[in-house]
């Protein structure tokens, strides 16, 4: 049923496995292939037309859904910027012509509501990207786009991640084609089309024994570190999050560049590098030179990329993700990074569903 475990162990597990089906449901009737539209029932043609900015407000990791949101609107020449909720009010700018989009799994998340009512205020345009129908974001927003993924029991964020990142692409689409009529339609058909091969392909992630084997691997290391650029740099935060969320080990996730600026002091041989690669020569290329500097300390560096990738033959392991629009890649290697966690935290017989200190939605700011 939607709300038992089933035959799965944890509901962290269940909810990663009913991945495909979620996102069958946050794209239904949105994405029209056969005919290169998006559809969103509330946001008919023009609905953006008037928003110059976009601000992308939300905590945990449908921030991270957000800042992923953030390069594909910007990928496409509009303003937008990603903020974390608790941060919003010290660091934006809001005008009347700026869209706030604020994106909450629960619609209860008391961060996130503060900063909405505060853009609210100051005349923006407040959209909320929720899976909770009436929930307070909801009814307190402008217009409200439901992600669809069904209910998530697991504290830890999963397929939640991915019916936003998706729910945010729709919009994206919109509001591109709102903002930027030239450009809009240039690669929708392409993005759709690969949109509908999205299930697939994270079933075939589902079916790769990978993550596993390289949880049972690296387990015991001393700290986890996660490296991407652009939207690989949002998979590498969210990738860490839910490593520390649920095993309790170290774990932090950056932007590739900023290795050599820090963090590269605490790389020993006893701390796992993941490098996230995007599909991109150029900012792979780069990425690959960053997980080098790693493995020259002796870090083990485990590749999450498509097959043939070029960091496959220098990397110690691979999570394979199937080869797609660049867009999707980075949600694919999400998919891997959640079994990594969630069989890394099994390993060490942690409560998965529940881990210590943390709530599903918190309505403290
Ligand atoms: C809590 C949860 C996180 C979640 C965050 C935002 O911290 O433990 O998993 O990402 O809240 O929740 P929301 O419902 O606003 O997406």
């Given at each position: 049923?939607?709300?038992?475990?089933?035959?799965?162990?944890?509901?962290?597990?269940?909810?990663?496995?009913?991945?495909?089906?979620?996102?069958?449901?946050?794209?239904q009737g949105r994405a029209l292939a056969s005919d290169g539209r998006v559809v969103l029932e509330?946001?008919?043609?023009?609905?953006?037309?008037?928003?110059?900015?976009?601000?992308?407000?939300?905590?945990?990791?449908?921030?991270?859904?957000?800042?992923?949101?953030?390069?594909?609107?910007?990928?496409?020449?509009?303003?937008?910027?990603?903020?974390?909720?608790?941060?919003?009010?010290?660091?934006?700018?809001?005008?009347?012509?700026?869209?706030?989009?604020?994106?909450?799994?629960?619609?209860?998340?008391?961060?996130?509501?503060?900063?909405?009512?505060?853009?609210?205020?100051?005349?923006?345009?407040?959209?909320?990207?929720?899976?909770?129908?009436?929930?307070?974001?909801?009814?307190?927003?402008?217009?409200?786009?439901?992600?669809?993924?069904?209910?998530?029991?697991?504290?830890?964020?999963?397929?939640?991640?991915?019916?936003?990142?998706?729910?945010?692409?729709?919009?994206?689409?919109?509001?591109?084609?709102?903002?930027?009529?030239?450009?809009?339609?240039?690669?929708?058909?392409?993005?759709?089309?690969?949109?509908?091969?999205?299930?697939?392909?994270?079933?075939?992630?589902?079916?790769?024994?990978?993550?596993?084997?390289?949880?049972?691997?690296?387990?015991?290391?001393?700290?986890?570190?996660?490296?991407?650029?652009?939207?690989?740099?949002?998979?590498?935060?969210?990738?860490?999050?839910?490593?520390?969320?649920?095993?309790?080990?170290?774990?932090?996730?950056?932007?590739?560049?900023?290795?050599?600026?820090?963090?590269?002091?605490?790389?020993?041989?006893?701390?796992?590098?993941?490098?996230?690669?995007?599909?991109?020569?150029?900012?792979?290329?780069?990425?690959?030179?960053?997980?080098?500097?790693?493995?020259?300390?002796?870090?083990?560096?485990?590749?999450?990329?498509?097959?043939?990738?070029?960091?496959?033959?220098?990397?110690?392991?691979?999570?394979?993700?199937?080869?797609?629009?660049?867009?999707?890649?980075?949600?694919?290697?999400?998919?891997?990074?959640?079994?990594?966690?969630?069989?890394?935290?099994?390993?060490?017989?942690?409560?998965?569903?529940?881990?210590?200190?943390?709530?599903?939605?918190?309505?403290?700011?």
């Open positions: 049923s939607e709300t038992g475990k089933g035959t799965y162990d944890h509901y962290m597990l269940k909810e990663i496995n009913h991945q495909p089906t979620a996102l069958d449901n946050t794209i509330d946001f008919p043609p023009g609905t953006f037309h008037d928003h110059r900015t976009v601000h992308l407000v939300g905590c945990g990791t449908s921030y991270h859904a957000a800042m992923y949101a953030e390069k594909l609107l910007t990928d496409g020449d509009i303003q937008a910027d990603a903020y974390r909720a608790s941060e919003y009010d010290l660091q934006a700018e809001v005008t009347d012509d700026t869209l706030v989009v604020g994106v909450t799994q629960s619609g209860e998340t008391a961060d996130t509501l503060s900063a909405l009512r505060s853009a609210k205020e100051s005349g923006a345009t407040v959209v909320t990207v929720t899976n909770v129908v009436g929930s307070t974001a909801a009814r307190e927003a402008d217009n409200a786009l439901f992600i669809r993924a069904g209910p998530e029991i697991g504290v830890a964020a999963t397929k939640t991640f991915s019916s936003q990142v998706v729910s945010l692409a729709l919009l994206s689409q919109c509001i591109l084609s709102d903002i930027e009529d030239a450009t809009a339609h240039e690669n929708i058909q392409s993005l759709l089309n690969s949109l509908q091969a999205l299930p697939d392909h994270i079933d075939r992630v589902l079916e790769s024994t990978r993550a596993e084997a390289i949880a049972r691997r690296y387990a015991d290391e001393e700290a986890y570190f996660f490296i991407g650029r652009g939207m690989a740099n949002a998979v590498a935060k969210e990738g860490a999050l839910k490593f520390k969320e649920i095993t309790y080990e170290h774990a932090e996730g950056f932007a590739a560049g900023e290795l050599k600026h820090g963090p590269l002091a605490l790389v020993t041989d006893r701390t796992p590098v993941f490098a996230v690669f995007t599909g991109d020569e150029e900012q792979d290329s780069k990425t690959l030179n960053n997980a080098r500097e790693a493995k020259t300390r002796g870090a083990p560096v485990i590749s999450v990329a498509p097959p043939d990738h070029d960091s496959i033959g220098f990397a110690d392991a691979h999570l394979e993700v199937p080869d797609t629009n660049p867009e999707w890649l980075g949600l694919l290697a999400n998919v891997q990074l959640q079994l990594l966690s969630y069989h890394a935290a099994d390993q060490l017989d942690r409560p998965i569903d529940k881990p210590r200190n943390l709530a599903k939605s918190v309505t403290v700011e």
